[in-house]
C-alpha cells in the first residue's frame, strides 16, 4: 500500500525554524532515495532537498545552508529540518520517493502518487 504523510508545517516569522516529517509506506522508502519537493502558488513543483538510502544528500541553491534533510529508515520517516526560513520558502511541501527505485539517486524522480502536503508559510 502506498502512503505518504506529510506533517509539521505551520505559520512562523522569517528567521524562524521549523521541522517536517514523513512518513512513508515501506514499499517507498526501504533502500530508495527519498526527496523533499515545494509548491508555491503559481509555481511548479520543485526538488528543494534530496538524501540517498546511505544518507548522502544534495540540496537546492536556494535552501542550501539553512535546511538539512535526514531519515530514519527503523521508521520508514524523513525529515526536514528549515533553519532561517524566509518569506520566499511559503509553500507546500511534499514529500516522495524515486520510482526508478534508485537508492543512489541525488535527483529521484517521483512517484505519480502524492500526500497531501504540509503547508510553511513564512511572514515577513
Known amino acids: 500500500q502506498v502512503q505518504l504523510v506529510e506533517s509539521g508545517g505551520g505559520l512562523v516569522q522569517a528567521g524562524g525554524s521549523l521541522r517536517l516529517s514523513c512518513a512513508a509506506s515501506?514499499?517507498?522508502?526501504?533502500?530508495?532515495?527519498m526527496g523533499w519537493y515545494r509548491q508555491a502558488p503559481g509555481k511548479q513543483r520543485e526538488l528543494v532537498a534530496a538524501?540517498?538510502?546511505?544518507?548522502?544528500?544534495n540540496y537546492a541553491d536556494s535552501v542550501k545552508g539553512r535546511f538539512t534533510i535526514s531519515r530514519d529508515n527503523a521508521k520508514n520517516t524523513v525529515y526536514l529540518q528549515m533553519n532561517s526560513l524566509k518569506p520566499e520558502d511559503t509553500a507546500v511541501y511534499y514529500c516522495?520517493?524515486?520510482?526508478?527505485?534508485?537508492?543512489?539517486?541525488?535527483?529521484?524522480?517521483?512517484?505519480?502518487?502524492w500526500g497531501q502536503g504540509t503547508q510553511v508559510t513564512v511572514s515577513s
Open positions: 516522495n520517493g524515486d520510482k526508478r527505485r534508485s537508492g543512489r539517486s541525488w535527483f529521484p524522480t517521483p512517484y505519480d502518487y
Open positions: 515501506r514499499s517507498i522508502f526501504r533502500d530508495n532515495a
Open positions: 538524501i540517498t538510502s546511505g544518507g548522502s544528500t
